[in-house]
């Protein structure tokens, strides 16, 4: 079985990915994002399904492009963006995930006083990014060796931003590499920068907030500004999926 044809699952996709992101904690998941500006949502994925995901990484048909990132400054690495129609596993968890992850960006938008609502549905929030002009699809597989990184940086790609995102690890740590950790920093007004490791395995994703969170002061909520990257591997290979909810420029 070729990588391509081990991705694609039956049509019930969505079903499956909506069960399998239902089991999860989603009221301590806000309470985590709201708190520290991410949350791990532990074994996601299989490991056979990781494996297929990264497998994919050199067929060109699945891909509308690829960035060195070295060429520019965004690091050392490279990822490549996928094109529609996106692999079954993925769709359906890009679908699945966003609704729990809407209904935490609404309560973010409002304590923020940001006058932008999120809809229940991810088609109808693809279908404003369209209307906006921002028609690419976002989600991307990395691919990192020893020496690679990725720069503090944030995905936004255009004027309609979803503030939550999520990364799975496709690699084991340990096993399949060493070093390369999830950072991320968050810049805190008149104070000195906070930073978060997150400890993730394989199959593990985490969601987290791509520009901003409330906090809330003592004269109500005001936003901090958060980067996320990747810290320098060591040794080995390290593959991430990368799923983002708003379509690029």
Not at 31 to 58: D, F, K, T, V
Not at 221 to 249: E, Q
Request: charged share 20%; glycine share 10%; with cysteine.
């Amino acid at each position: 079985m070729n990588a391509r044809s081990a991705i694609v699952t039956p049509a019930s996709a969505a079903e499956a990915a909506e069960a399998r992101v239902a089991r999860y904690d989603w009221p301590k998941l806000s309470e985590e994002l709201g708190g520290y500006g991410c949350a791990m949502l532990e074994n996601l994925l299989s490991r056979e399904e990781c494996r297929q995901i990264a497998g994919l990484y050199p067929h060109d048909d699945h891909f509308r492009s690829r960035v060195i990132m070295a060429r520019h400054g965004f690091g050392k690495g490279e990822y490549r963006y996928f094109k529609y129609p996106l692999p079954d596993l993925l769709g359906g968890l890009r679908a699945a995930l966003y609704p729990p992850l809407a209904t935490i960006a609404n309560e973010w938008s409002a304590r923020m006083g940001i006058a932008q609502r999120y809809p229940s549905g991810h088609a109808a929030f693809l279908k404003q990014c369209h209307d906006a002009g921002q028609t690419r699809p976002t989600p991307l597989l990395l691919q990192y060796v020893p020496g690679d990184f990725n720069c503090l940086h944030q995905d936004l790609y255009g004027d309609l931003a979803f503030p939550l995102q999520v990364a799975i690890l496709l690699s084991e740590p340990g096993k399949d590499f060493t070093g390369g950790e999830f950072v991320l920093t968050e810049q805190r007004p008149r104070m000195q920068s906070r930073a978060e490791v997150v400890p993730l395995r394989q199959g593990d994703a985490v969601a987290f907030a791509v520009h901003n969170r409330p906090v809330q002061g003592t004269r109500g909520h005001y936003r901090v500004n958060l980067r996320h990257g990747v810290s320098r591997l060591r040794s080995g290979s390290r593959h991430t999926v990368g799923i983002i909810f708003h379509d690029a420029r």
